[in-house]
């Protein structure tokens, strides 16, 4: 029968392939189990399965038998590990047996489900536990915390309750931190806490460890279907339905005294990538004490703490035994994973125990630094380098940071939680924050700390401050995540949000004020400061030409200006896979010949308007061929409907008519003409060029002049690809790619020049891609415009599909936005099935991409899979393709 309860630590076995299995464990689970079965001091403890959890939601929301006695079962396993009894209230002996109940997905979702600790205190366990340690102080906190977790996460009593009566007893006494209190404090607050619940619930706190226990477990699988859980999973493209583990496992107590801590660290520095230990703990303390910003948190090293001027001892000064032996745990950590780890552990009366490892998360920069490092440590090989870093993630190297050389107005400093430059209005929740970037705005999310509750919020803002919390706090964690910068713990900030105002520093702000954050520094300044490019040298360079080596498939970009063919080149592209004609022509120094061509009644009209065009586009190509210096470039001959071009204000038909001479009434008629009922599906592509040749005639010559002046005066020849968009037969790329090659020999005969071009198309309607053997005999090329493809196979409007697509993803109906990432069983196969028949017709034909799926990594998997040669993707994307094409070549090597 297949288990549902695997067991860990003392002398549980480790053979099952199963208990290892992240998707049936959970990360934390199978971590849990490795650390033990490697020999690493692990508290004992079971993991109930994800798919348990699935079944029970799938559900009455009932445990099964079977289940009750395989957890019975592993309770009794920790017994016997840790020789304590659950439920036991004796004085003497070991003391009562107190879990943890933990949640544990596969793919870790951080501060996303709930904790609860101490679970098996009750009024008599208590006793029992203060006689047995000799700490009254102790157990009373336990229990406390204990009743304040359960109430909250459990029995859904408001945190903010125990919360209160809490700041109320250290208000009476006058105390600081909550280490003041004394044993019997804590016992009155019990007390407190006690008819806190039961008044709220009207029913007493649970005293049954049983009956807590199976509580703890129904609520950490209901966590999985939370409104917050959710959208964390939107947001990361992870799916519902993968459910989450439980992992039960003994309590060991870091709030025990001047002798125990509870921490939490990274192998390496997770902002910067440098090699060296990196974290924070507090001494007499539990659980989420850390992270949750109620004490300042402590540095691990000496170095750190000189570093920061800080004066409260670091853990290497503080417990320089248990600091040595975590020391070894994290070298023979990153030995074992062959990776940074993210860590929790707590000391015990001077006795170190791991509660969790994981891959850490990192900002793309350390990524980078970590892979080329661990490259020349000789922990991966290159191959490994190149895999593991996440392509999305360079993005945030290339946008740029702080002019070093800028004014900069600091108002107060804070915690470098997460790298890069932000700027941008301040917004004061996570609404707000939303609400204001929809409508364009940048927005920086100010608050004192953040919670799972202000993800989306987060999403939003370009940056995040917080007045509270330390470098592994929620903000700090979840920015590095995201790739927001973020600056953490400004003690300089209050905030008042009836009046949502706030001082920062010594100065009065309000909402919509403007802030820049610097996250490398921790700075808040007043007012935008200017930013400056990125550095794409060093470990990215490196990384890069790596990449660059493993991959097979070449990548260019979208672009159409000679600013954005610079910018993309120095991102490494190869040349240009799309260049939208149609872009040049919006400019305002053209617009009106173009109107005027457009609005023409006859031919004549029509060319006369196209010869004031002419030199214009041709001073187009000749930059874009110059600044590509000879790398192919892929040009679109004109295809939106003509009326997007055309006026729409009243006052833009005045100035028309004045500059035609002809009048406001002629051209509103001959624009109403034009109108069309799905002018995506109407008067567009190529049907242009087949109805209105001179057009594509005049784009065709401009090419053509450019190339053979580029040619003449700079020595290299720039190599056309000229795209016609929108076929559906063969017979119109025919009667096209006979117009451009007249024109072509035209222009050549005038020049004395002759030059290599090519003339291909667009696939982007299904028919192209039925009929691609026939299409491939009069093209050169096919290059996909999959964003087309997508419309029109799926027979969704991309600008209308705004309205149903979130759902559409929630429901599992895509798995993800069709636009964003291909849909690779449906318009992949019409993919698959074109390259096929072009390449069967014409085996030389040239295959490559240009919708918005060239920048996106599944996408890109998918393009080496069918053997495109190219990806085209818009200049910010060319590293990431770089990239992505590089893991799919070696995916593919794999097999
Ligand atoms: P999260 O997924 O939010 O990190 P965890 O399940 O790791 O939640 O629990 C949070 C914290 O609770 C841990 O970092 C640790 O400090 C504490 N904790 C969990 N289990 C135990 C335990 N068995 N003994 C002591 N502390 C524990
Ligand atoms: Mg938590
Ligand atoms: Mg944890």
Request: one cysteine or more.
């Amino acid at each position: 029968m297949t288990k549902t309860v695997y067991t860990f630590g003392g002398d549980a076995p480790h053979d099952d392939p199963r208990q290892g299995d992240k998707t049936i464990t959970g990360g934390k689970g199978a971590n849990l189990a490795e650390m033990a079965s490697i020999g690493l001091p692990v508290p004992p403890g079971f993991t109930i399965t994800t798919e348990e959890c699935l079944t029970y939601l799938a559900g009455e929301k009932g445990f099964s038998d079977g289940l009750r006695s395989a957890v019975a079962d592993a309770v009794a396993h920790i017994e016997r590990a840790t020789g304590k009894r659950f439920g036991d209230a004796s004085p003497d002996g070991p003391g009562p047996l107190l879990v943890s109940v933990r949640s544990g997905a596969a793919i870790s979702m951080p501060g996303m489900m709930d904790t609860v600790l101490n679970l098996g205190l009750n009024d008599e366990t208590v006793e029992g536990l203060a006689a047995t340690s000799t700490d009254e102080r102790f157990a009373w906190d336990s229990y406390r915390r204990f009743i304040q977790m359960y109430g909250d996460v459990v029995l859904g009593v408001n945190h903010g309750l125990f919360e209160e009566a809490l700041e109320i007893v250290k208000e009476d006494n006058g105390y600081y931190a909550d280490t003041e209190l004394s044993a019997e404090e804590w016992r009155t607050l019990v007390d407190e806490y006690k008819s806190i619940v039961a008044s709220e619930l009207g029913e007493p706190f649970p005293q049954d460890p049983h009956e807590q226990l199976w509580g703890a477990i129904g609520a950490v699988f209901d966590s999985w279907d939370t409104e917050r859980a959710k959208i964390y999973r939107r947001l990361n493209d992870i799916p519902h339905d993968m459910g989450t583990a439980v992992n039960v496992q003994a309590m060991v107590f870091g709030n025990m005294g001047d002798t125990s801590a509870t921490g939490v660290a990274f192998t390496r520095d997770p902002s910067t990538g440098t090699r060296r230990y990196y974290g924070e703990y507090l001494i007499n303390a539990q659980g989420e004490d850390v992270v949750a910003g109620i004490r300042t948190p402590q540095y691990l090293t000496k170095v750190a703490r000189e570093e920061a001027g800080a004066k409260p001892l670091s853990m290497e000064e503080a417990l320089p035994d248990a600091y040595g032996e975590l020391a070894r745990v994290f070298d023979l950590l990153e030995g074992h994973y062959k990776d940074m780890q993210d860590i929790e552990f707590t000391v015990e009366r001077g006795k170190l125990w791991m509660l969790q490892t994981r891959t850490g998360k990192r900002t793309a920069k350390a990524a980078l630094k970590m892979a080329v490092d661990m490259e020349g440590e000789g922990l991966i090989t290159r191959e490994e380098a190149v895999a593991r870093i996440d392509p999305m993630a360079l993005d945030q190297l290339l946008h740029p940071t702080l002019d070093p050389e800028a004014e900069r107005n600091v108002l107060t400093k804070g915690l470098p939680a997460s790298p890069g430059a932000a700027a941008g209005k301040i917004v004061l929740d996570a609404d707000t924050a939303e609400q204001w970037a929809n409508r364009g705005d940048k927005v920086i999310l100010v608050r004192v700390e953040t919670s799972p509750e202000d993800i989306h919020g987060m999403h939003a803002a370009q940056g995040i401050l917080t007045a509270r919390g330390g470098m592994t706090s929620h903000a700090a964690v979840v920015a590095r995540g995201m790739g927001r910068p973020c600056v953490s713990g400004a003690n300089g900030i209050s905030i008042d949000r009836t009046e949502r105002t706030l001082r920062i520093g010594s100065r009065e702000m309000k909402e919509g004020d403007e802030v820049t954050l610097d996250g490398g520094t921790g700075e808040v300044m007043l007012g935008i400061v200017p930013t400056v490019d990125p550095e794409l040298e060093g470990d990215f360079g490196v990384l890069m030409e790596w990449a660059d080596a493993l991959r097979r498939m070449r990548v260019r970009t979208n672009a159409e200006t000679p600013e954005d063919c610079r910018m993309a080149r120095s991102f490494g592209a190869e040349g240009i896979g799309l260049c939208r004609t149609e872009h040049m022509f919006f400019d305002a120094s053209r617009i009106r010949a173009v109107r005027q061509m457009i609005l023409a009644e006859d031919e004549a009209g029509r060319r006369g308007a196209l010869d004031q065009l002419l030199p214009e586009q041709r001073a187009d190509f000749a930059a874009i061929f110059e600044t590509m210096a000879g790398l192919p470039c892929t040009i679109r001959l004109l295809d939106p409907p003509l009326h997007e071009f055309l006026p729409t204000q009243a006052s833009e038909f005045e100035e028309l008519a004045d500059a035609t001479g002809l009048g406001v009434d002629h051209l509103k008629r001959r624009a109403g003409e034009l109108h069309e009922f799905n002018p995506m599906l109407g008067h567009r592509g190529c049907r242009l060029g087949i109805t209105f040749p001179e057009i594509y005639e005049m784009q065709a010559r401009a090419i053509f002049e450019a190339a053979c002046n580029v040619k003449a005066s700079s020595g290299e020849a720039p190599l056309p690809e000229i795209m016609i968009p929108l076929v559906a037969t063969r017979r119109e790329l025919e009667l096209l790619r006979a117009l451009v090659d007249r024109i072509a020999d035209q222009v050549f005969e005038e020049k004395g020049i002759r030059l290599d071009y090519l003339v291909g198309t667009m696939i982007e309607l299904p028919r192209a891609a039925l009929m691609a053997g026939e299409i491939a005999e009069e093209g050169a090329f096919f290059s996909f415009g999959t964003n087309d493809l997508t419309q029109t196979t799926l027979g969704v409007s991309r600008d209308d599909a705004g309205r149903f697509l979130g759902p559409y993803v929630e429901k599992g109906i895509f798995a993800r936005d069709p636009f964003v990432s291909l849909d690779i069983d449906g318009v992949g196969q019409l993919v698959e099935m074109a390259a096929e028949n072009g390449r069967r017709v014409r085996p030389d034909i040239k295959l490559g991409i240009c919708g918005e799926h060239g920048g996106d990594p599944a996408s890109i998997a998918f393009c080496e899979s069918v053997g495109l040669d190219y990806v085209s993707a818009s200049p910010y994307r060319v590293p990431i393709a770089r990239l992505a094409a590089a893991q799919a070549a070696l995916k593919a090597r794999e097999g």
